[in-house]
């Protein structure tokens, strides 16, 4: 404040910090399971906040992908069968949510990239647990079903992200069959991955030198360059670049809707007053902790990172409510946490996307598996080193 008794005001509404009366509330739902979400959305008067929800930020995805940067004159402009908007996509709710309010935005002949990135799985595993099957059906005759299900699963690159998204475009398909969604399989192997993080990425990331910001920000560089495959007609492989100039990320929802397993934990320790100081302080770290990083990763190959769960509309909405309409942690995992986002994904038409237990990004596209060490995400991290 000045002299004069100017201050600038913040641009969102302060974060609720109400405690619910009474307790009990929210312990008669305990016993809800994943199926209820439907029954929970039409019995309770959760409708209109649902609604406002999807309203805010159907209208922050829609400045995100109208609002376009202009093309460098020397080079060649977008076609119809190139894509303006990619998301970095895993299937989970997050990045389903993005995907099904982008599609209401962006014109129908259009087509969305959605950036799926995996890391090579170690291949001495998988041949030992292949000797072992081997060895345990040596004496059984061989089914030709059998062999044809085995070779398809027993990709190096089917990650838990691969296949959540794989579902997740399905979703998509039926929600909207008429659009082009551009699947880009953007697969990584070890010998790229210690290639491109010592000429690139470890520069990116710096200053930040943590575990968990190298896993995060190899993991978004590479979905971000968009570099992979998609899937022509039949079952063949195309090799594809992301021709998209604005990439949505989902960065904001679990910070705001108490997604992350620590929040749970809290939660249990200390309730609801607990939970909101958690929240609190997510938010306010959440410039310097992720955006940053995410931004300059990003950035790197010439595209725009553009975060609409971020949007000061959403934030400020999100603020204004009292955090058990947000999320009810008394109920399992894949309902309680971001209960509100779950909500609105089925008032969407979303399916079993809505219900997906939380998973983190690096575990997801397994670069946490790509090193042999037991680390801790919060260690700092020697493959950062610039030397």
Sequence with gaps: MNQSGLVLTSPV????QSIPKSLNETEMNSHLCVQDLEQLLANQEKTDEVNRLIDVLSEAVRRRVQLLPFRVQNSSPTTNDQASVAILFSGGIDSMILAALADRHI????????????FKLKEPKKQKESAKT???HKNKPTDPKTQ????????????PDRITGKAGL????DLNPERRWNFVEINVTQEELQKMREERICHLVHPLDTVLDDSIGCAVWFAARGTGFIMARGDDQTPFTSSAKVILTGIGADEQLAGYSRHRVRFKMSGHEG???ELAMELGRIS???LGRDDRVIADHGKEARFPYLDEDVVSFLNSLPVWEKADL???RGVGEKLLLRLAARQLGLGQSAVLPKRAMQFGSRIAKMEDKCEKASDKCTRLLTG
């Design 13 to 16: 509404c302060p974060l609720n």
């Design 107 to 118: 014109p129908a002949h259009h087509p969305i990239d959605l950036l799926n990135v995996a």
């Design 134 to 136: 081997s060895r345990k």
């Design 148 to 159: 044809t299900s085995d070779s398809q699963t027993s990709s190096p690159f089917d990650v």
């Design 170 to 173: 399905k979703e998509l398909h």
């Design 275 to 277: 939970l909101i100081q």
């Design 288 to 290: 310097s902790r992720n």
């Design 330 to 332: 008394s109920l399992p």
